[in-house]
T-cell receptor, first 113, second 115 residues
Framework: GNSVTQMEGPVTLSEEAFLTINCTYT??????LFWYVQYPGEGLQLLLK?????DKGSNKGFEATYRKETTSFHLEKGSVQVSDSAVYFC????????????FGTGTKLQVIP | DTEVTQTPKHLVMGMTNKKSLKCEQH?????MYWYKQKAKKPPELMFV???????INESVPSRFSPECPNSSLLNLHLHALQPEDSALYLC??????????????FGPGTRLTVL
């Protein structure tokens, strides 16, 4: 079956620090990969996505590259802000029509001033 | 516009009450989903509707009853819930495109507390 593994949190960083949240996956075929963000007390927001190998998704200064050879989709940001404090979920959806999302366990990010 | 709306935002109910959660999208999406999210956990899929027909039921207890009255609306009817059903209930929607992957867009959720 499909699975997504994320680094354990919480991750605590100072403002303007570099962020990496690791994500690796196991899946058959060619899934699409996603990062969702959940701010405290809110629903999930799509942060970025990549649908094929070597694609780079980017949004709001965050980036992630679909690496099929290492089955990874690590999330990076060059300079985090306090407002980036949230829980980040890596996810995959198999190809072909509507499908069940497989989520990672989530990584909580705390950015301190 | 990638907005999914949900009402109410918060709901407190007793174990004998009957209540409904509502979800709406106007993106022309033909698949809609209900998820349950417990604290510090990822969302868990409950139901999937595709073209207003129930496609997936993840062995959810019958005290949860979904309904999709049209392509824009999704309801979740609640009856005789248990305190362990307290959670954030998320609605999502996606297009249904054969041969490609459908991105799911989530609503803000309904925070349900069962007393």
């Amino acid at each position: 079956g499909n699975s997504v593994t994320q680094m354990e949190g919480p991750v605590t960083l100072s403002e303007e620090a570099f962020l990496t949240i690791n994500c690796t996956y196991t899946a058959t075929g060619y899934p699409s990969l996603f990062w969702y963000v959940q701010y405290p007390g809110e629903g999930l927001q799509l942060l970025l996505k990549a649908t094929k190998a070597d694609d780079k998704g980017s949004n709001k200064g965050f980036e992630a590259t679909y690496r099929k050879e290492t089955t990874s989709f690590h999330l990076e940001k060059g300079s985090v802000q306090v407002s980036d404090s949230a829980v980040y979920f890596c996810a995959l959806i198999p190809s072909g029509g509507y499908q069940k999302v497989t989520f990672g366990t989530g990584t909580k990010l705390q950015v301190i001033p | 516009d990638t907005e999914v709306t949900q009402t109410p935002k918060h709901l407190v109910m007793g174990m004998t009450n009957k209540k409904s959660l509502k979800c709406e999208q106007h993106m022309g999406h033909r698949a809609m989903y209900w998820y349950k999210q417990k604290a510090k956990k990822p969302p868990e899929l409950m139901f999937v509707y595709s073209y207003e027909k129930l496609s997936i039921n993840e062995s959810v207890p019958s005290r949860f009853s979904p309904e999709c009255p049209n392509s824009s609306l999704l309801n979740l009817h609640l009856h005789a819930l248990q305190p362990e059903d307290s959670a954030l209930y998320l609605c999502a929607s996606s297009q249904v495109m054969q041969g490609s992957t459908d991105t799911q867009y989530f609503g803000p959720g309904t925070r349900l507390t069962v007393l």
